[in-house]
């Protein structure tokens, strides 16, 4: 990756759960790749749970976090709960006063 941009990697982690591990930036320039990468999951692996792990992700704005709620409601559709894991403090922050912490089953520092 080139400094910049948002890559995912797909690791089924038991057969009812797929993690999605992010990196790079998630914004506006790239908030539909992480769209893309669930919509493409859920109708192949239809996992009962689906993560989406931010150890990686350095940069969530505004649109990004759009994009993460969208992808709740595309894994809802699936009858499949979507949670996030391993938010960097900025990110975790931005969750938090977004009230989104809940949502996405994160604990609550």
């Known amino acids: 990756m080139d400094g910049y941009g948002l ?7 038991a057969s009812d759960t797929v993690v999605i591990r992010l ?8 908030r539909e790749q992480v769209t ?4 493409a999951v859920l109708p192949v692996f239809r996992p009962d749970a ?5 150890a990686a ?3 969530l704005d505004s649109a990004g976090i759009g994009a993460l709620v ?20 900025l990110a975790y922050a931005q969750l938090e006063i977004t009230g989104l ?9």
């Open 7 to 13: 890559s995912a990697t797909l690791e089924p982690e």
């Open 23 to 30: 990196a790079g930036e998630l914004d506006l320039a790239t």
């Open 70 to 89: 969208g992808c709740w409601k595309l894994a809802a559709g699936f009858g499949c709960t979507l949670r996030l894991c391993n938010p960097r403090p």
């Open 101 to 109: 912490l809940d949502v996405f089953a994160l604990p609550r520092n």
């Open 36 to 39: 893309e990468a669930v919509q």
């Open 50 to 54: 689906l993560v989406l792990d931010l």
């Open 57 to 59: 992700v350095t940069v």
